[in-house]
């Protein structure tokens, strides 16, 4: 994606982070966490103009969940409640085993899309999640083995190598998504980000997140690079501050900001021609 | 096995929920849930050396 294809309305792809595994209803009451929850937000983000979801599993009670058996239910309650909207699992899990990391791509059928974390991350004073080059070979070859479209997480300018050692690997176009925010994730700028833009090659694909305060401006900024957006409450608890959001509300800004920056907005069939995504609807 | 310090609630007498959820004894807070795996020491992790709270609780340096 370039500037030149922004100025030629190529259509933006808004992807809805509904619920995450890091924080739950103790911190947004109306954060989605059961498989019914989740589909109705779906739904909501699907009409309001998201063309990709990006999904996590929880128990009952709000917790991590990485099991085959928990995403399956996530994901058909989802499909079930929405038209066409692309299926997006996360393959994340700060501390987590790699052979349960791998658990969310084995779903019937297999979700379309699912991201592929660049490189490790660290989260408070213990917690981390390492992803070795071992742990992203492994994703990646079942995500290859299942037909499944990766999403390059990089979580920082260094993860860029990461991305470019198995860029032959991938179909076209890459995907890479930067995100931005503490610890040891991108620090947020709008330098920052133009900087990593610069770096991708041409035939790629971006998408921006930032998160907390950082959502708006540097997805809005995505937009105008040629860029895609990820919005929604994993990312993001707030719609301005002291006002709590919906995964819809943020969604439906980001929709309204690309109309009035001139980028239509990609419903999920144009979504799978801009990304490579192979249709399971 | 699980922290001492962890019960699972439905209510911190402001907000109910309809499934208990990890509550923290010592913060008075219900806990995050990537957190609670810390709590409930999954996946190899444990309170005593990788819980802030607990450890500031017991009086624990980090290099101890």
């Given at each position: 994606m370039t500037y030149d294809e922004y100025l030629d309305g190529k259509p933006v792809v808004i992807t809805a982070a509904l619920t995450g595994g890091i924080q739950g209803k103790e911190a947004h009451p109306d954060l989605p966490e059961t498989p019914a929850e989740i589909g109705s937000a779906a739904a909501a983000a699907e009409e309001a103009g998201a063309a990709v979801v990006h999904l996590h599993a929880r128990r009952d009670n709000g917790e991590r969940a990485f099991s085959t058996e928990r995403f399956q239910a996530v994901t058909d309650a989802v499909r079930d409640a929405t038209d066409d909207v692309i299926v997006q699992h996360s393959t994340g899990g700060t501390a987590a085993p790699d052979a349960l990391r791998?658990?969310?791509?084995?779903?019937?059928?297999?979700?379309e899309m699912a991201s592929l974390d660049m490189g490790p991350m660290n989260r408070g004073r213990r917690l981390t999640s390492e992803n070795t080059r071992d742990t992203i070979d492994g994703l990646h070859t079942e995500m290859r083995e299942r037909g499944i479209k990766p999403e390059l997480e990089?979580?920082?300018?260094?993860h860029l190598n990461e991305a470019f050692r198995i860029l032959d690997d991938l179909d076209e176009p890459p995907y890479l998504n930067f995100i931005f925010g503490p610890g040891t994730l991108a620090p947020p700028s709008p330098a920052n980000l133009q900087r990593m833009v610069d770096?991708?090659?041409?035939?790629a694909e971006f998408n921006v997140i930032g998160f907390g305060p950082h959502q708006l401006p540097l997805t809005t900024q995505s937009l105008i690079l040629g860029g895609h957006v990820r919005v929604g409450l994993?990312?993001?608890?707030?719609?301005?501050?002291g006002e709590l959001a919906t995964n819809e509300a943020l969604v439906a800004r980001a929709a309204r900001i690309a109309e009035e920056l001139g980028r239509p907005v990609a419903t999920p069939t144009e979504a799978r021609d801009v990304l490579g995504v192979e249709s399971r609807r | 096995m699980a922290c001492p310090h962890l019960d699972y609630r439905e209510s911190d007498g402001d907000r109910e929920f309809d499934t208990a959820r990890a509550f923290c004894t010592v913060t008075d807070e219900f806990v995050q849930p990537v957190h609670a795996d810390i709590c409930n020491e999954r996946y190899g992790l444990d309170p005593e050396s990788d819980c802030e709270i607990f450890r500031e609780d017991a009086g624990l340096d980090w290099d101890e």
């Open positions: 791998a658990e969310p791509l084995r779903t019937d059928p297999a979700p990089v979580f920082n300018n260094g770096q991708l090659p041409e035939h994993e990312d993001n608890s707030y719609l301005r501050k | -």
